[in-house]
């Protein structure tokens, strides 16, 4: 985070809290791209693996809709991976690492 992003998110709650939301869009959307970059996929193949329009991917991948954790779970499948999510204390960012599932579908995780 830039001193300036630090800064002005330390003036007030509510600056802290708007930081907060853009750097977890920014962190969860970077992932989703480098998953469809390793998986080879565009908007327009994401989209179609969705069953929706690339418009709407473009809106979710450019954080210009609002990205739900169902509409998440749904690029993941579509993208053949899962998401690793943890919530951690203090300052760092939330990591939100994908990986890719085993090619039949199942993991070992029983949850």
């Not at 992003?5 to 989703?32: D, F, H, K, Y």
Request: net charge negative; glycine share 8%; proline share 5%.
């Amino acid at each position: 985070m830039s001193d300036f992003l630090a800064r002005w998110a330390g003036e007030s709650e509510a600056n802290a809290n708007l930081v907060a939301e853009e750097l977890l869009i920014a962190e969860v959307t970077e992932a989703i791209w480098q998953a469809m970059e390793n998986e080879g996929c565009s908007k327009t193949e994401l989209a179609k693996r969705m069953g929706a329009s690339k418009g709407h991917v473009s809106k979710l991948l450019n954080g210009s809709r609002n990205l739900t954790l169902r509409t998440l779970a749904d690029i993941c499948h579509a993208l053949g991976v899962k998401t690793d999510f943890r919530l951690n204390s203090g300052t760092p960012p939330i990591p939100v690492p994908m990986y890719r599932l085993p090619n039949h579908g199942a993991t070992d995780d029983p949850e």
